[in-house]
């Protein structure tokens, strides 16, 4: 069963359950300049977990797409990628335990076929100090649902510290098996919601895992040990508690959360750990295959190349399918990092210009039916993977003449000189360490490691400076921005044309960031124009106000914004933000968005557009505030 059988198979079964199926947001999260990229399939429902109401009603359902950062680093072993897709449920405040229990498991063992006795359960062991009980209401559940395949489940705790001993479902603490926005419940604030989950985990068998290695040999078996036997499939989290001056107290309104991990359920179908060997996966590896000079599985060190350039190019083309391409600034630093990972990794396998390019067209085939974005963009994602690599080829060449340089001059390459070519060139450092080997000589990691450290610590702290205090707290200065971002794409389509479409945005209480489709700088004039259409609309004083429409409703009313994928084309309401005179029914503004928004546009004070560049080929971006 491929994914996107077992995707189709998903959302039909939860819409037979009275969800409504909802488009995969894009990869940039909208209006959230806390994160830099949607990593889980509940992040674009937070608001919605925290009581705004969603215009699809209290039962959703989707696929969304995830990009994790973080783990570019792990690919290479069987079971970490950057790209994936995340099944998602949710219940709020309608439903709870007794019905997505059984239903899940219904799901996985009999739509998907998925053997029962390898599945295992955790639950959260609670916490007697915070107040929080045992959740033994799952277990009884858990157990139910086995009792109806012939399976006595036996519950039983400290796995970790005594082994499985037989046992189908285990407790663990806060740091296994509770959720919130904070982590932990110490950590959370007073007035947050959160809750304790029950994760789902596929056995593999022992003969499969690697416990016999000496880093595991030591000590005992369980599901969250990480030996290799045991793949963590699914996740129900169970939103029932806000935090209060006087402790942990039941919500009123519980929620379910559920969040799958596509692949990993499907490399479960297959009885096989590799996520790489999956289906959708084949056409890819085929091509680097025939690319290189080696054979995927041959050795554990190739393997691992192929890897990295499988899901690196995959997760390049979809990030450049939602407007992110390879730059050295925020969300496009990304990008380019996994494209020219994954171009020094072609090195290794002797892959000749090009072959980037390539991959790409062959992840648009194989995923474009449920992502037809991405071939509508396949023109600008070759064009770009193709510009990238030509860059990066003359970075390593520029790189190799430094690296000379550097030793013509000294005699040796040292652990600083090799984070120079790094930080300096894009030299990568396991190449400085091939050439130098060549001259007989070892780099100092330890040198390098310290200098990265500490380069990474400044990046943190700009970082974490330039994304604070967004949309998340809703500030006020925050809200009259992203009303204006509104007026801005308005105006942009007005003095540009209708080609210009959003491609991203990033909103301070301090001001704007706009990203738009658009192949020529704009002319002082046209800058000129923008503001003043902006400015003779607040001072108009219009009102803002949404309305929950269908998707057909929206289109045929003029909306703008992004109708995203092909389960948009199932119908379903969204919420549209209309900017202009409501009584007569006259509106400069038209778009979907999940707000929050200013009342009136009197509230937000003079526009001023402050800078104007390219991004990338085909995309500029504004930057504005509001004195």
């Known amino acids: 069963m491929t994914i996107h059988e077992i995707r ?42 925290l009581g705004e109401p969603h215009p699809e009603g209290k039962r959703i359902t989707d696929s969304q797409k995830c990009f994790r950062a973080q783990d570019i680093e792990e690919v290479g072993d069987n079971r970490h990628t950057t790209f994936f897709e995340m099944l998602g449920n949710w219940s709020l ?3 709870f335990k007794k019905e997505q229990i059984p239903w899940i498991f219904e799901f996985l063992t009999k739509e998907i076929g998925l053997d029962p006795k390898n599945l295992y359960i955790t639950v959260f062991r609670g ?116 935090k ?23 490399a479960a179908a297959q009885n096989d750990p590799d996520l790489f060997n999956l289906p959708s996966f084949k056409g890819v590896k085929e091509r680097v295959q025939a690319s290189s000079n080696g054979t995927y599985g041959e050795s554990e060190e190739l393997t691992a190349s192929f890897r990295v350039i499988m899901d690196h190019l995959c997760a390049a083309t979809f990030l450049i399918a939602d407007g992110v391409v390879p730059s050295n600034k925020d969300q496009g630093y990304f990008t380019r990092r996994l494209i020219r990972r994954a171009i020094r990794f072609g ?29 509508e963009s396949r023109d600008q994602i070759i064009n770009e993977l193709s510009q990238e690599e030509e860059k990066f080829s003359k970075t390593l060449q520029k790189g190799e003449r430094e690296f000379e340089k550097m030793f013509s001059n000294s005699g040796a390459i040292t652990g600083n000189d090799a984070f120079i070519l790094y930080s300096t060139y894009g030299f990568p450092l396991e190449l400085t360490e091939e ?151 006259i509106y400069f503004s038209k778009e979907v968005c999940g707000g929050p928004h200013v009342e009136n546009t009197a509230s937000l004070g003079v526009f001023k557009l402050k800078k104007e560049t390219s991004v990338a080929a085909g995309i500029r971006r504004i930057k504005a505030v509001l004195e």
């Open 8 to 49: 189709d198979k998903y959302l039909a079964f939860f819409e037979s359950k009275g969800h409504s199926i909802v488009a995969s947001s894009s990869l940039i999260p909208t209006n959230d300049p806390t994160t830099l990229f949607t990593g889980s399939g509940m992040q674009p429902m937070v608001p919605f977990l």
């Open 93 to 95: 405040g309608d439903y």
């Open 127 to 242: 916490n007697h100090e915070l107040g929080i009980d045992r959740d033994v209401e799952s277990v009884e559940l858990w157990k139910s649902v086995y009792k109806s395949v012939g399976i006595d489940a036996k519950d039983l705790d400290f796995s970790e510290r005594d082994g499985m001993q037989d046992g189908r479902i285990f407790y663990y603490d806060e740091t296994k098996n509770w959720w919130s926005r904070h982590g932990l419940p110490a950590n959370m604030p007073v007035g947050e919601p959160g809750g304790p989950d029950s994760e789902m985990f596929w056995d593999f068998g022992k003969e499969l895992g690697l416990h016999e290695r000496s880093v595991f040999k030591n000590n005992p078996c369980h599901v969250n040990c990480d030996c290799g036997r045991f793949l963590e499939i699914a996740n129900n989290v169970f939103m029932e508690y806000i």
């Open 244 to 266: 209060t001056e006087d402790g942990f107290k039941p919500l009123p309104n519980k929620n379910v959360d559920f969040g799958g991990g596509l692949s990993r359920i499907a």
């Open 347 to 375: 090195r290794r396998l002797n892959m000749e210009q090009g072959f980037s390019s390539e991959i790409a067209s062959v992840v648009i085939d194989e995923f474009k039916s449920a992502y037809p974005s991405l071939e």
């Open 435 to 585: 050439m130098a080997k060549e001259k007989g000589q070892d780099v100092d990691r330890e040198v390098f490691t310290k200098e990265f450290e500490q380069h990474q610590e400044l990046s943190r702290a700009g970082s974490s400076q330039k994304f604070t205090g967004g949309l998340a707290d809703h500030s006020e200065e925050t809200v009259r921005l992203h009303t204006t971002t509104h007026m801005l794409h308005q105006a942009l389509k007005t003095v540009l044309g209708d080609h210009v479409v959003q491609r991203g945005s990033n909103i301070t209480p301090k001001r704007l960031r706009f990203d738009f489709t658009h192949k020529e700088k704009m002319t002082d004039e046209e800058r000129g124009e923008v503001e003043k259409i902006i400015n003779e609309q607040i001072q108009l004083g219009l009102s803002v106000h949404y309305e929950i429409l269908s998707l057909e409703e929206a289109k045929s009313r003029g909306a703008i914004g992004l109708f995203e994928d092909k389960y948009s084309e199932l119908g379903g309401e969204i919420k549209v933000y209309f900017i202009g005179d409501e009584v007569a029914g």
